[in-house]
């Protein structure tokens, strides 16, 4: 049973890179993995979109109305990843905002003339570029944490499909590792959102 905490700090929201470790199945973990010593966050259902970029070391996701981009910025030699918050735009996009997408490099073509007014504009703009693949998700999270570490189980759906995700997140690079061992998982199965999104969207595609 994980214990509740009536006033937790949201110590992983100050924008600081982060360090994650995040696996993928087609089954759900079993409620008891989770460490005793967690207390509930949150619990968050979500539309959203992902770009992947083939080659690109660029996590872009469409939610809430927003584009919004992680770039890995290190990999630690057992495979632990860490990702920084480096752009986030509201719809609609004006060209100049576009233009500092552009500057990302992932293979996105030049600025258009007007502005994006929604994200539908963005996702039927982009839909057929080559290198750029979209993937459309429906998520219910539910967050946990103990002190500055927040451990991520989410339910995703793709297409008419449920898959599954457990994730660890510190800026604290040992931190992740240490309550990733403990639960006796390898660090190396490490699978960021881009790869692990499309190996199930691929799954779904020909299933």
Partial sequence: MIAGNPNPTDTWSD?????????????????DLLPETLSPLRSV??????????????????????????????????????WEAVFKSAFPMT?????????????FPQAPDSAL?????????YRELEGIRLIPVLKSRSVFHT??????????????????????????????????????FDPSQNTNYPAGLSHFAQRELFS
């Fill in 117 to 125: 007014e929604t994200e539908n504009d963005f996702i039927d703009a």
């Fill in 95 to 107: 060209p100049r905002r576009f233009q500092r997408l552009q500057s990302l490099e992932c293979g």
């Fill in 147 to 184: 002190g500055s570490t927040l451990f991520d189980h989410v339910r995703l759906q793709i297409g008419r499909k449920d898959f599954y995700s457990l994730a660890v997140e510190d800026v604290d690079e040992k931190k992740v590792r240490g309550w990733v061992l403990s639960m006796e």
């Fill in 45 to 82: 259902e979500s539309a959203e979109t992902y770009l992947v970029c083939t080659g690109s070391s660029l996590n872009f996701k469409i939610r809430d109305g927003h584009l919004e981009v992680k770039h890995l910025l290190n990999r630690s030699g057992d495979g632990l990843e860490q």
């Fill in 15 to 31: 924008g600081q890179p982060r360090w994650e470790w995040r696996i993928f199945q087609p089954a759900p973990f079993p409620q």
